[in-house]
């Protein structure tokens, strides 16, 4: 990415994420470094801004993630966010200390409007706070510019230095002008032009591949999700018939799904792919056979993948380049990006075995995210109705049937799946939701059908609202809805007989189950 860029040093704040997808709305390039990551190679990056994000520690404490006071007289902006506000007056000179009353939630913050951060704010506005926490005393040179009933330094800036502090959140929708703050901080203070535009990042992003790849040949691992068709269509433009995509039916997909993929994007599609279908159901089910635990089905499923396109590549012969639809949330929830913890790894990227046998794993789209991927594909001319599917996770169902996954267990989910999604599209609701799916619990109980009694499975119906897929808030689907699905499961799917509603917001909860 030669280009302007804003560098997001995380500190395990469960936002880190929100952060750059902030920044990336006001069409500045945004990545995620850990903390640790050396000076120089931060230095050698030239930053046109640098965030801190928010974190679990209390900076004063012995051990607690940290900085060097180099990096604020680097002349590169700096802006703290929670934790990174209290870093920054901690390393500067600064008093932080257990605040005598915590803030938890959304929060009127008085703002001094002539603040570079808080123009065309409103003098009074909701914030997100979330600490225990605060900054007792402000830096030498340091301003306070915002404050709260309990937190008298609520925003500190010491402006001739571009040097900026924030105890709350603004990359959380909840604070209601955070954006503007973002932006006022990403376009006003450091300067940037907004040149991150994906016409561009989609015509310089072919550019790159055809010199990457050259001559050579081409696998794409298609799975027929919105992210692996992206990066198909795309490799499709830059190389052509050098690319050849394989679609691996491993048994996990949704009810009649490896059809309609090969319907898409087989020999009778609008594409003109070199298309190859595996039909590999029995090698995945036999792989994961008494494995319950979700790290190393997501591992098993990885690896088989990886395998399965190594073979394909060796009836091909000689293809040099592997090419994943990896996206930006992959790498980071996978702990490959930042410092927070790992959340779960993604088969193309934590889950991938230590040898593939391949000279290079192209991923094209690695540096977007969700909706930036759709984005993409439309600018590909990808139609709306495939860009806009409902997502669909690498590993499958594999991650939608709670514990040890079998062929009679993914017929009850495909088929309860199957009822839910036809319902909600029925009742008109699908339009306005990020995801909805059933997955299959690891629960049975004891139930009453037709007089006798049954001891069955519960399925979970999930359904979230998000933009992002960075957090997300369980869709409120009408109680009839609702019902209608609980009767048609529980009479249309054997070995069903107990449905529940998934309440749970990210975070703390994931979209998935595992």
């Known amino acids: 990415m030669n280009q302007e860029k804003i560098i997001v040093i995380d500190f395990g704040g469960q936002y880190n994420q929100l952060v750059a997808r ?8 945004c990545e995620i470094y850990s903390y640790r990551t050396d000076l120089e190679q931060i230095k050698s990056m030239r930053p046109k801004g640098i965030i801190l994000t928010g974190g679990p520690d209390s900076c004063y404490k012995e051990g607690a993630p940290t900085c060097s006071r180099e990096l604020f007289s680097l002349g590169i902006p700096v802006l703290g966010l929670c934790y990174g506000a209290q870093l920054m007056m901690h390393v500067l000179g600064g008093k932080v200390e257990k605040a005598p009353v915590r803030e938890y939630g959304k929060t009127e913050v008085s703002v001094n409007t002539s603040s570079p951060l808080f123009q065309n704010v409103s003098e009074k506005t909701i914030c997100w706070m979330s600490h225990f926490d605060y900054i007792a005393d402000a ?3 340091f ?4 404050h709260t009933k309990d937190c008298p330094i609520a925003a500190a800036e010491y402006a001739a230095k571009n040097l900026y502090a924030v105890q709350f959140h603004p990359e959380v929708l909840h604070t209601m002008e955070g954006t503007r703050m973002l932006y006022n901080f990403v376009r006003g203070v450091c300067g940037c032009g907004g040149t991150w535009r994906m016409d561009s990042f989609v015509e310089n992003s072919i550019q790159e591949i055809r010199k990457k790849v050259g001559g050579g040949k081409v696998l794409c691992a298609l799975s027929g999700g919105v992210d692996s068709s992206v990066a198909a269509v795309m490799l499709s433009k830059a190389i052509g018939k050098q690319l050849t995509c394989v679609f691996v039916d491993h048994g996990l997909l949704r009810k009649n799904e ?6 898409v994007f087989g020999p009778n599609g609008p594409y003109e792919l070199n298309f190859i279908r595996v039909h590999a159901q029995n090698r995945f089910y036999e792989k994961l056979a008494h494995v319950t635990e979700p790290e190393e089905k997501r591992k098993i499923i990885g690896e088989e993948f990886i395998r399965v396109f190594e073979e394909e590549a060796k009836k091909i012969g000689a293809v040099d380049f592997l090419v994943q639809g990896t996206i930006y949330p992959d790498i980071v929830e996978s702990g490959l990006g930042g410092e927070s913890a790992v959340i779960k790894s993604h088969h ?3 889950g991938l075995p230590d040898f ?3 000279k290079e794993i192209v991923e094209p789209l690695r540096d977007l995210f969700k909706d930036e991927v759709r984005k993409a594909g439309l600018e590909l001319g990808i139609p709306e109705y495939l860009v806009f599917r409902q997502p669909f996770p690498g590993p499958g169902l594999g991650i939608r049937i709670i514990g040890e996954v079998t062929m009679d267990k993914v017929r009850m989910v495909q088929e309860a799946d199957a009822i839910y999604r036809e319902e909600i599209e029925n009742a008109g609701l699908s339009k306005n939701m990020g995801q909805y799916f059933a997955a299959l619990t690891n629960m049975r109980s004891v139930g009453v059908m037709g007089d006798e009694r049954t001891y069955d499975y519960a399925v979970a119906l999930r359904a979230v609202e998000t933009v992002d897929f960075m957090t997300a808030e369980a869709a409120e689907i009408p109680y009839e809805v609702l019902k209608k699905v609980m009767n048609r499961i529980i009479n249309e799917v054997k070995g069903v007989n107990r449905i529940f509603y998934d309440l749970t917001s990210k975070p703390p ?4 189950f595992e």
């Open 356 to 358: 593939v046998d391949f």
């Open 348 to 350: 193309n990227v934590g």
């Open 139 to 141: 830096a030498k040179g």
């Open 22 to 29: 902030r920044v990336r709305e006001c069409n500045v390039y």
């Open 509 to 512: 909860g994931t979209v998935e």
């Open 143 to 146: 301003e306070i510019t915002a």
């Open 258 to 263: 490896g059809d309609e993929v090969e319907e």
